[in-house]
């Protein structure tokens, strides 16, 4: 049972940001498509504005999340 708590827990240590990073991508497509249109469907622009602002923030929290804890955890072992 702890092998798959484990396992589990490293999955989503690399799973939430990598999909936040996709999140980020596909907000951005949407984004830049909409934009193209949006005299046509404001609605749908400020949709799009505020799921790549929201995935902005989310992406760059995850990455940040792991790019430090892995630095730590290297710092941790070069003084080991």
Same mark, same amino acid.
């Given at each position: 049972m %702890? &092998?798959?708590v484990g396992d589990l827990i490293v999955f989503l240590y690399f #799973?939430? /940001?990598a999909a936040a990073v996709v999140w980020l991508a596909v907000s951005l497509v949407g984004f830049f498509k909409a934009r193209a249109r949006r005299e046509a %469907? /404001?609605?749908r622009f &400020? #949709?799009?504005r505020r799921s790549l602002v929201a995935s902005a923030v989310t #992406?760059?929290?995850l990455v940040g999340l792991c790019v430090g804890i892995l630095l730590l955890l290297m710092a941790a072992v070069a003084h080991m």
């Amino acid at each position: 049972m %702890e &092998r798959f708590v484990g396992d589990l827990i490293v999955f989503l240590y690399f #799973a939430l /940001p990598a999909a936040a990073v996709v999140w980020l991508a596909v907000s951005l497509v949407g984004f830049f498509k909409a934009r193209a249109r949006r005299e046509a %469907e /404001p609605d749908r622009f &400020r #949709a799009w504005r505020r799921s790549l602002v929201a995935s902005a923030v989310t #992406a760059g929290v995850l990455v940040g999340l792991c790019v430090g804890i892995l630095l730590l955890l290297m710092a941790a072992v070069a003084h080991m």
